[in-house]
């Protein structure tokens, strides 16, 4: 199992080394210096040789701010080639005053980049925005939806 203050590549490197054994309460996390950027939690997680299949993923990626979003799912996915997280099955964001839902989501590693290619919906305060194909930026801290936005509020 990793330490705190290891790169997600050694963690990687050992997970590799057990290929096709199951992990409980898997715990993977990438630092930029000492700055946390991401940490990855499960129940479960068994190495299948570049894919490491997870049950109840719970995925909190570290804004600029140093805020702490935390996306909790049913089911995921780590891809070691592409060091990407794809996350299924009732995906949730809760952060601040707004909860984000889709039946999926991607987290891609190198760009620091959260990414609901399917429909989305978004609650704040009584605005309600839907969407399809919405990216949060890490580094920015901003939401962007690229297709179909629709918003209603309710009073």
């Known amino acids: 199992m990793a330490t705190a203050k290891q790169s997600l590549k050694q963690i990687v490197d050992v997970a590799t080394l057990q290929t096709g054994t199951k992990v409980t309460n898997p715990d993977m996390t990438e630092y930029d210096g000492e700055q946390l950027v991401w940490r990855l939690k499960a129940d479960t997680a068994q190495d299948k040789g570049n894919v490491v299949e997870l049950e109840a993923p ?65 609650i704040q305060d009584g605005i309600v925005v839907t969407g399809t194909d919405l990216h949060v930026f890490r580094d920015a801290g901003k939401l962007q939806v690229m297709q179909g936005v629709h918003m209603s509020i309710e009073e």
């Open 58 to 122: 719970l995925l909190t990626m570290v804004l600029s701010n140093g805020e702490a979003m935390p996306i909790q799912a049913k089911q995921g996915k780590y891809y070691k080639d592409k060091q990407t997280v794809h996350l299924q099955g009732n995906v949730v964001v809760d952060y601040q005053d707004w909860k984000l839902s889709s039946a999926l989501m991607d987290y891609i590693q190198k760009t620091g980049e959260l990414i609901v290619p399917q429909d989305f919906v978004l």
